[in-house]
């Protein structure tokens, strides 16, 4: 009995993850749609944070009730004369009953250009979200500062620890030789590893305390687990982040390269680790296979490798400066237009089946990838839900009927034809887009429980 309160613990903390994660991005998305409706002179009439039974609500001065439901898998802004939550109909017996001046108030008595601004505002939001959110980390984050500098060293076993060491502080000129270029030099950056000696202890060229001297430290990028990818190989067999590979079937490494060769060249055959861990008396011994990923080509579309879910570092942390309010922002703007690129890419993609449709996840998927991030600490937690708010936005604009998407395409047949689309066609087309989404959502469900 007692061996199953660890599954269970984990499993509390994989659900409290992912409710926390799509109550945010819920919670903006129809922030959203209520605000702008706001503005635009639209009443809402229930603002809901979760489906079912109510646990807790209040009224504010505006009539909008505020409202918490005990199911927190989602959420909806109830605008006055909706026939549903989803805004997918009118009560026409109601609004016929209202004056002019209150049916202007109505999703169906207002402008055209305040429904199409309420409905839009949902996608928009969640995409805001994310670019603050982005902008955030890479402002609390810092930039890279200029020139090079050694910050926080990472922890790493003895066979790899060199003898006199690098400080915290020092500016590095040189590696095994090698000039460090400047960092606006991309090209000579990208080249710099390919130059490097092949050993696990390298001559480094610093400047301390204004004096240039030559100090011996680690190979700068060392097999060590800087990012784990949730439910990869590596995660899935319990390795962590600070982890050092120090062996692979017995053969002992010391550079990132080795073991990215080591596991590209597998074709998917089982691997044996020995594993450093800070901490324990001695090496861990772990047996990871390999598994086939399809992620994206830097000349575009995908590619299948061989891969176990794992990011490396340097030997230490680069030190680093404060990053500017406009920088940071810019780069949240970026972050999340290539999280669309790329998500659009991928649909893409399976959908023409030049990637497996394993890429698609559901509820399941997205609640363990909740969990995992979160175990990986806030600045990751913040990340995926950055991300996850661009997905969601992203989905809602599809122009599939009881979408945001599918609402703005009525609209935009509205404004050519001068009337909207009839109550059949209406029903007809809400019907099939229901349809449309249930079956995907029962597809990716079927992924989560089926796929590797």
Not at 73 to 85: C, E, M, T
Not at 143 to 153: I, R
Not at 321 to 348: D, K, M, N, P, Y
Not at 357 to 365: A, E
């Amino acid at each position: 009995m007692t061996s199953f309160l660890p599954e269970f613990g984990n499993m509390l903390y994989v659900i409290v993850a992912f409710v926390v994660a799509l109550s945010i991005i819920v919670a903006i998305h129809e922030y959203g749609h209520y605000i702008i409706g706001r503005v635009s002179g639209i009443k809402a009439e229930v603002f809901s944070l979760g489906f079912g039974p109510v646990i807790f609500a209040r009224t504010d001065r505006h009539g909008t009730r505020w409202q918490i439901a005990a199911l927190p898998f989602g959420g909806y802004v109830k605008f006055l004369g909706d026939g549903d939550a989803a805004s997918a109909g009118a009560e026409k017996e109601v609004i016929s009953q209202l004056s002019d001046a209150d049916r202007r108030h109505t999703m169906l008595g207002a402008p055209l250009w305040a429904r199409s601004a309420t409905v839009a505002a949902g996608p928009i939001f969640n995409f805001i979200l994310s670019i603050l959110l982005f902008a955030m980390l890479f402002f609390a984050r810092g930039e890279v500062a200029d020139p090079l500098a050694v910050g926080q060293l990472r922890p790493l076993p003895p066979s790899l620890t060199a003898t006199e060491s690098l400080a915290e502080g020092d500016q590095i000129l040189a590696i095994g030789g090698v000039t460090l270029p400047s960092l606006d030099d991309a090209e000579g950056m990208s080249a710099f590893g390919d130059k490097l000696p092949s050993a696990p202890e390298l001559p480094y060229l610093v400047r301390r305390d204004g004096v240039e001297r030559e100090v011996t430290g680690p190979y700068p990028y060392p097999p060590i687990i800087t990012q784990l990818a949730p439910s990869s190989a590596a995660y899935d067999i319990g390795l962590k982040q600070g982890d050092v590979i120090t062996a692979i079937d017995g053969e002992p490494i010391f550079a990132f390269d080795q073991l990215k060769s080591r596991v590209e060249g597998s074709q998917g055959a089982p691997l044996l680790l020995q594993v450093w861990r800070e901490g324990s008396a001695e090496e861990l011994d772990f047996v990871l296979t390999p598994r086939r990923v399809d992620e994206p080509a830097p000349e575009g579309g995908f590619r299948t490798e061989w891969r176990i879910g794992i990011a490396g570092g340097m030997a230490f942390e680069l030190a680093t400066e404060r990053a500017g309010f406009l920088s940071a922002l810019w780069g949240g703007v970026v972050q999340t237009w290539g999280v669309i690129g790329s998500s659009l890419s991928g649909l893409w993609h399976m959908i023409t089946g030049a990637i497996s449709s394993c890429n698609m996840s559901g509820p399941i998927g997205i609640a363990k990838t909740s969990g995992a991030m979160a175990s990986q600490g806030l600045v990751s937690f913040v990340w995926f839900v950055a991300a996850l708010s661009t997905g969601v936005g992203l989905l809602n604009l599809f122009p599939v009927p009881i979408l945001d998407g599918g609402h703005l395409v009525f609209h935009a047949y509205e404004a050519v034809a001068g009337k909207p689309p009839s109550d059949r066609a209406l029903r007809v087309l809400m019907a099939a887009g229901l349809a449309l989404v249930l079956s995907v959502m029962l597809f990716a469900l079927s992924n989560d429980v089926l796929c590797p």
